[in-house]
């Protein structure tokens, strides 16, 4: 089984619906992050977390929020989804020890907002 | 500002051709430099980590290598197989835990 899961792994939704990717991971890790990934363009941060009670915002977080429901349970949502939030979305996880920084990705979400 | 530049987007090679990607990197004090293989529609696959100048890494027919400016990724008589898009990311002093991606380069390797 893969270590980072992300559902769904494909969605086409309307402008204003609200949205909820879901991320699990089974690796232990307690820090978890959400990217986004447009063509042509390297992968942006959107939030990331620490551990269940310790929550960012990344780079590009407006229009985005997350609940981090558990140690493996990392979610993204988009209240009113609007076009230009078409993209592929990935969940991402590393150890907390700051000497390990590798960051590990689960498999995307393509993301249609019509 | 922290930037990841990555060169050439585009690469074409035949089986056996050796050749080097590019990652050229400005930032306020590196705390790591990071090489990830993406398949088309998949998520980025952790290939290797370097910390400071002068270390290199090896797995299969991929060397990476670092100095203080830019990170080689040097693919040894590549295979189709090899044709995916390399990512190189940086973590930095200013960036907290944040990695910064470069937009990458694009690698087909024909038979």
């Known amino acids: 089984d893969a270590d980072v899961t992300q559902t769904p792994r494909n969605r086409i939704t309307k402008t204003g619906k609200r949205i909820m990717l879901e991320c699990s991971q089974t690796?232990?890790?307690?820090?978890m992050y959400w990217y986004r990934q447009d063509p042509g363009l390297g992968l942006q941060l959107i939030y990331y977390?620490?551990?269940?009670?310790?929550?960012n915002k990344g780079e590009i977080s407006d229009g985005y929020s997350v609940s981090r429901q558990a140690q493996a349970k990392f979610s993204l949502s988009l209240e009113s989804a609007i076009p230009n939030q078409t993209a592929l979305y990935f969940c991402a996880t590393s150890e907390s020890r700051d000497s390990y920084n590798e960051q590990f990705f689960g498999p995307g979400t393509r993301l249609t907002v019509l | 500002e922290d930037q990841v530049t990555q060169s050439p987007e585009a690469l074409r090679l035949q089986e056996g051709e050796s050749s080097s990607l590019n990652c050229s990197y400005t930032v306020s004090g590196l705390r790591g430099l990071f090489w990830y293989r993406q398949d088309p529609g998949k998520g980025p696959e952790f290939l290797f980590t370097l910390y400071s100048a002068g270390e290199e890494k090896e797995k299969e027919r991929l060397k990476a290598t670092l100095t203080k400016k830019e990170s080689f990724l040097h693919i040894t008589a590549p295979k189709p197989e090899d044709s995916a898009t390399y990512l190189c990311?940086?973590?930095?002093?200013?960036?907290?835990?944040?990695?910064?991606f470069g937009k990458g380069t694009t690698l087909s390797v024909s038979s």
């Open positions: 690796k232990g890790h307690d820090r």
């Open positions: 990311a940086v973590r930095a002093n200013q960036a907290g835990t944040a990695l910064i």
């Open positions: 977390s620490f551990d269940v009670k310790d929550i």
